[in-house]
């Protein structure tokens, strides 16, 4: 079995995949609780024993992080608790794209992952990948398999935090489809901003997406990301995938066996 894990900078996203690659088990972890190589370990003990999977049954693990300060006490924790071939999506393994970017290296490992799996799930199409997580990220991959770009904006989180941190009388509220366009309290207006100003921001780039980058030809478009299921009604994607992500970084394991290390 593989073990794969997504760390994020709320969230670390795991996800169990079995010899068939499929996903048997999923779950999330705060990222800032990450704590010590041996808290860590424990956690991923508890999943393994409430799944009831024994850890001699993980034969690898495959990460993908874009938060450094968290790299070290991840592999770490999967050496003294898996002790199992360790793959690290990163600049210069197999990913079955071609990267257009000025600088491939820049692109984070896990817009990477939602491409290899976006490209797995629609082959020769061109994809529009939405990932709605701590930032918003949208990728533009045609039917060549190259990878062309993208944007990068606040996700609504981090609005949120943003508003709060930087004002005197606005709070922190739930995230969440708000009643109507106007709010009739404070609460009710952060959360139509938050919920509306993302959806229309989405929709601009991905109209313009549609002309700048594939000239009106079909596209297709993915939602992935904890606060996609909040725009299932909106018309905004095509599919929404919520592991995209941990089924990419399984591909992306089955690419590159052959570069495998032991944490």
Known sequence: MLLCLDVGNTHILGGIFDENEKQIARFRYATHLIGTADQFGIFLLSILQANSISPEKISATAVCSVVPSCDFTIRHTLTMYLKAPLFILQSGVKTGLHIKYKNP????AD???????????????????IDMGTATTVCAINKKRDYLGGT???GM????ESLKSNTAKLME??????AAYIGRSTRESIQAGLF???????KE??????????SHEPVTVLGSGGFAQLYREKSLFDVILPDLVLQGLCIA??????????A
Not at 205 to 214: D, P, R, W
């Open 105 to 108: 290296g820049e692109v984070g």
């Open 111 to 129: 817009r990477i992952a939602n491409a290899i799996g976006g490209i797995h799930h629609f082959p020769n199409k061109n994809l529009i990948i």
């Open 152 to 154: 990068i904006l606040p």
């Open 157 to 160: 989180r981090l609005g949120m």
């Open 173 to 178: 509220v739930d995230i969440e489809e708000p």
């Open 196 to 202: 509306y100003g993302q959806l229309g921001a989405l």
């Open 205 to 214: 780039i991905i109209a313009g997406y549609k002309q700048e980058v594939f």
């Open 253 to 262: 394991y089955k690419l590159n066996t052959e570069i495998l290390q032991y």
